[in-house]
């Protein structure tokens, strides 16, 4: 058995950061900017009002000063003319300031009277006049690698770029294995369980920017699970769910090395997740995850994520722990590092009293996965742990 950081090391080293391609920026929200992108027009494009009022020159903006109100600026349509001392411009939010303007006093402050604008109230020291580039200027940068979130999408969209480069989807094949299984929805047999991490594999997957294809589920037969691994072929990440450990019926190693799985390792010390496996497969990275529904969904968050992170272009680093106090004692660990699931609550964390990786009621009710190190001693409340938010 080789550690958690070995296995995460073997794994990594078998993928990299894909290719880019361009999509329409209203596809581009929770995709990986390949490329920096820079902005193709000022913003604003032209001195702005911040405030509907009156634009004047600002060496005359003083408390009872008359103007005489000469136009109007509204967004969209600028006021062409010029202002000459005693003039002012009626300007609105968004409008472009005109040529002669420095300065807006908001229509609170003003009274008025046909043409003639009183400054009523003494008015405030902020001029109310977005410069031109004051949010960005042409040439200015969006820089790669970044995950896009709807602010960037607003800024893109604002810098008038209206197709982004962004990294592939890594495109995953999920094979789940087991002549006990059937589909969500389907009509189980009295001795079948329904596919399920086949499913949390997908969502924590695809959350992550990958595509992932849930293909036919594999029966517990050789020819079965080779034309499993067939239908897999393109993509880019192969993750069998199960027939992973040492029994009878547990096909995945043998028949994808049959296959040609160039195997990296197998068996890691963890728990949940002991019998891992990876390796190259046809072009493609291929990991063999336990079929214990949390054993698999905890190596999702550990490995899968960060490999996935990597083919996006994010970096080949690790989920990084965060630490906590204990609420609740812990006995001893045992030689496998130990992924708990775990409750934080108010910065103190405590692992749930049922840790068999059966339980996907204990997994959805934990916020987070409390780590043990191989043989880590009895804790007591107060402790600082290591833990990953889940
Ligand atoms: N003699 C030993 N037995 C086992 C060992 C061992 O070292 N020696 N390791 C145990 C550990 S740890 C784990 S984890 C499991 C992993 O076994 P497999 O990867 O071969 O998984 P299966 O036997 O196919 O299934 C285990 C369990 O999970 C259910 N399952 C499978 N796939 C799914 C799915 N997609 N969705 C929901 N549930 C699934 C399956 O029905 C079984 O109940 O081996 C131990 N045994
Ligand atoms: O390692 Mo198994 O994944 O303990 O249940």
Redesign the pocket.
Known sequence: MITVDDALGHLMALVSPLDSEQVPLIEAAGRVLATDVTARRDQPPFAASAMDGYAMRADEVEQHSIFKVIGESAAGHRFEGQVKPGQAVRIFTGAPVPAGADFVVIQEDISRSGDLITIASAPSSNANIRALGGDFKIGDRVTAPRLLNPSDIALLASMNIANVPVTRRPQVALI???D??VMPGENPGPDQ?I????FGLKAMLDQLGAHCRILPIARDTEASLTMGFDLAAGADLIIT???????DH?LVGKVAGDLGLERSFYKVAMR?G??LMGGRMTGAAMVGL????V?AMVCGHIFIAPMIRCMLGLGAVPCSPRTASLSAPLPANGPRQHYMRAKLDQGKIRAFDRQD??LLTVLAEANALLIRPPNDPARTIGEQVAYLPL
């Open positions: 789940s294995t087991g006990e299984l369980i596919a399920s991490n086949t769910i199960g027939g992973a450990s040492v029994g547990d949940p002991k019998p336990p079929g214990n529904p054993s990786s059966a």
